[in-house]
Nanobody
Framework: QAQLVESGGGLVQPGGSLRLSCVAS????????IAWFRQAPGKERERVSC????????YYADSVKGRFTFSRDNAKNTAYLQMTNLKREDTAVYYC??????????????????????WGQGTQVAVSS
């Protein structure tokens, strides 16, 4: 059974760092696009970063550009989101998602798919002093 599990969230002070991990089981990430989303209380889900298969350049939302770094390790079937210089407004539940890109449309100006097949359960990130 296909499954995604995020980890690495927690409570951190402003300016701190966290690295989120997203481990896939039941399938291989080698042929999938991967994305990170987040949702803060009372707000809509926001696309944070997306990695498109075969493209070394990841997309980042303007709010995280220069602070977050997307990466993937296909050998470990894992994706990562390195978050630095965290701000209070980064507080949210973070989700990873994967999707097979074949035949799917990409959001213009990004490396993100419109739809993803699998979603993790989320990991809470809280930035507070």
């Amino acid at each position: 059974q296909a499954q995604l599990v995020e980890s690495g969230g927690g409570l951190v002070q402003p300016g701190g760092s966290l690295r989120l991990s997203c481990v896939a089981s039941g399938y291989t990430l080698n042929y999938h696009d991967i994305a990170w989303f987040r949702q803060a209380p009372g707000k809509e889900r926001e696309r944070v970063s997306c990695g498109h298969l075969g493209d070394d350049t990841a997309y980042y939302a303007d709010s995280v550009k220069g602070r977050f770094t997307f990466s993937r390790d296909n050998a470990k079937n894992t994706a990562y989101l390195q978050m630095t210089n965290l701000k209070r407004e980064d507080t949210a539940v973070y989700y990873c998602a994967t999707g097979f890109p074949g035949g799917r449309r990409v959001v213009p100006g990004t490396t993100c798919l419109y739809e993803y097949d699998y979603w993790g359960q989320g990991t809470q990130v809280a930035v507070s002093s």
